[in-house]
T-cell receptor, first 116, second 116 residues
Framework: AQKVTQAQTEISVVEKEDVTLDCVYE???????LFWYKQPPSGELVFLIR??????QNEISGRYSWNFQKSTSSFNFTITASQVVDSAVYFC?????????????FGQGTRLTINP | DTGVSQDPRHKITKRGQNVTFRCDPI?????LYWYRQTLGQGPEFLTY????????KSRLLSDRFSAERPKGSFSTLEIQRTEQGDSAMYLC??????????????FGSGTQLSVL
């Protein structure tokens, strides 16, 4: 069975601080996708990134960066110089590639609050 | 893209009543998904369609739940004889079957169901 664990239920930091959201996953599949989605108060989940299991290169997009370590089954997300607009619930998710369609298994989410 | 739209945004019903939700995906997206999200948890997969064919259903989808996508465009999710445990946010998402945009799901803002 697939499982995603986000141990941090809530994080609160002051604006401009760096913050890392942890994600640990379990799967028996040898190939899979990992995702991060953002859910602002409006409720609509917004895609941030997809990573293939065979591509362990870290990725940076502006203030966002992702650290994928297959050896520890982790896919952590760091926001540099956080801003109030980053406040949201963030979900890590896992999907099997062989299933084709996006049948995602989500973690419980981390509520991030950025205080001015 | 006009986005995925869901109707209604909120639904309050009494236990035992039937409810129906509607989802309009992004036009030309072949795949349509339903997820359920309870308070403080990540979304859980319920079912998905490719065009009008319902290809997979989760064990979470009891006999009281039925989803349709009759013409491969909009979809409806009906819950019969609602129970208090059905209270949740019901999220719809869509994606194309090919191309770069296939890498992510486009989510609607959800229908919040409260069963009294």
């Amino acid at each position: 069975a697939q499982k995603v664990t986000q141990a941090q239920t809530e994080i609160s930091v002051v604006e401009k601080e760096d913050v890392t959201l942890d994600c640990v996953y379990e799967t028996r599949d040898t190939t899979y996708y990992l995702f991060w989605y953002k859910q602002p108060p409006s409720g609509e989940l917004v895609f941030l990134i997809r990573r293939n299991s065979f591509d362990e290169q870290n990725e940076i997009s502006g203030r966002y960066s992702w650290n994928f370590q297959k050896s520890t089954s982790s896919f952590n997300f760091t926001i540099t110089a956080s801003q109030v607009v980053d406040s949201a619930v963030y979900f890590c998710a896992l999907s099997s590639i062989i299933q084709g369609a996006q049948k995602l298994v989500f973690g419980q989410g981390t509520r991030l609050t950025i205080n001015p | 893209d006009t986005g995925v739209s869901q109707d209604p945004r909120h639904k309050i019903t009494k236990r035992g009543q039937n409810v129906t939700f509607r989802c309009d995906p992004i036009s030309e997206h072949n795949r349509l998904y339903w997820y359920r999200q309870t308070l403080g948890q990540g979304p859980e997969f319920l079912t998905y369609f490719q065009n009008e064919a319902q290809l997979e259903k989760s064990r979470l989808l009891s006999d009281r739940f039925s989803a349709e996508r009759p013409k491969g465009s909009f979809s409806t999710l009906e819950i019969q004889r609602t129970e208090q445990g059905d209270s949740a946010m019901y999220l719809c998402a869509s994606s194309p079957t090919s191309g770069r945009r296939n890498e992510k799901l486009f989510f609607g803002s959800g229908t919040q169901l409260s069963v009294l």
